[in-house]
């Protein structure tokens, strides 16, 4: 197989991951572009020559927080599951492993991650894992390789083997498919783990615990909310291309709607069809928390309306504009 090394340039400082032995003629090229300020190690198999090049550039060092032990000397900087490498970057860790800390480097704006030694590129444009020999935990390692395949990757720059430059969400898939010894289509709700925000000075406040992502879906979205008494899960909104459908697990939230306020119970089931007979938010007006599953399709072309605000936000969250004043087809050209 091939041994593969990156070089990522920042204009704040350039990073190498994984770095093989350089030739005079590529350490030339990267002291031509800067330098090296970082050199991360993805696992203790994947030191190879960092050092030396850490030494010839003045490169500091990082590396997971459970495999920074294990090398041959100390690091920099240890990394943990969520922590922002640099901006639009973000680590993940695997267990399983050949190792027991390795982690990934989530690239979101570019659809990319890169991987160590947690999936090999062999053959050219499929995937597998090491034996089963060489990992801590087989089980364990194809359910962590979940948090990658939940990323919907279009690249996967791989440590060992041929990298995948397209298509890579189904190659992952395909991976993960072809064991038998584990079904990834299936989840636990008690292995979710499940992410919380507040905002607006805690008006909006939730955990929300992405299911669909992780064993696989991709037409639909499911996700499990905990909403706490006095909280809103989100905006009253209106969707124009996904339908969704709530059902109540635990405790006695409210919809708000445009027909007025529905209190529910748990064991309801709402449904909210695209338009505005669908406007609905999720408001917890009960005394204990509540839980949510929540389940709506997943359309590239849709387009929410926000009426409190007059809003519009366009493919999710990307691009968010005032509804009025309406404009003439012709305004501007």
């Known amino acids: 197989m091939f041994f593969n090394s990156f070089f990522v340039r920042r204009p704040e ?7 093989l032995a350089l030739s005079a003629e590529q350490e030339a090229l990267l002291a031509e572009r800067g330098g090296v300020a970082w050199i991360v190690i993805t696992n203790r198999d994947h030191e190879r020559k960092a050092r030396e090049i850490a030494a010839r550039f003045g490169a500091r060092l990082a590396a997971g927080a459970q495999e920074a032990a294990l090398l041959s000397g100390p690091v920099d900087r240890t990394l ?13 860790e695997l267990p399983g492993g050949k190792t027991p800390g390795e982690i990934a480097i989530h690239l979101a704006e570019h659809r990319a991650a890169i991987l160590g030694d947690a999936l090999w590129g062999d053959p050219a444009g499929r995937l597998r894992l090491p034996p089963d020999e060489k990992l801590a935990d087989p089980l364990a390692a194809v359910l962590g390789l979940r948090k990658i395949w939940a990323l919907r990757l279009e690249t996967l720059l791989v440590g060992d083997g041929a990298c995948l430059f397209a298509g890579a969400d189904k190659i992952i898939g395909d991976c993960l498919h ?27 406040e939730a955990t929300s615990y992405e299911i669909g992502l992780y064993i696989g879906a991709r037409k639909l979205g499911y996700r499990l909310v905990t909403l706490p008494p006095g909280k809103i899960f989100c905006p009253l909104h209106a969707h124009a ?6 059902l109540v697990m635990e405790g006695e939230p409210t919809i708000r709607t445009l027909r007025g306020d529905v209190r529910c119970r748990a064991g309801d089931v709402i449904a909210f069809p695209v338009g505005a007979v669908g406007t609905h938010t999720l408001v917890n007006t009960g005394t204990k928390p509540c839980r949510v599953f929540m389940l709506g399709t997943d359309d590239d ?24 004043p309406s404009l003439d087809y012709y305004d501007g050209e």
């Open 13 to 19: 400082g350039n990073i190498v991951v994984d770095p």
């Open 178 to 204: 072809a064991r038998r010894d584990v079904y990834v289509n299936r989840i636990n709700l008690d292995e979710l783990t499940g992410k919380s925000f507040s905002d607006v000075g805690g008006k909006y």
């Open 80 to 92: 943990h599951e969520g922590d922002s490498l640099f901006e639009g970057a973000t680590i993940l």
């Open 301 to 324: 072309n849709e387009v929410c309306y926000y009426p409190d605000s007059d809003k519009v936000a366009v493919d999710s969250r990307d691009l968010i504009l005032r509804a009025a």
């Open 241 to 246: 291309a996904e339908e969704e459908v709530f």
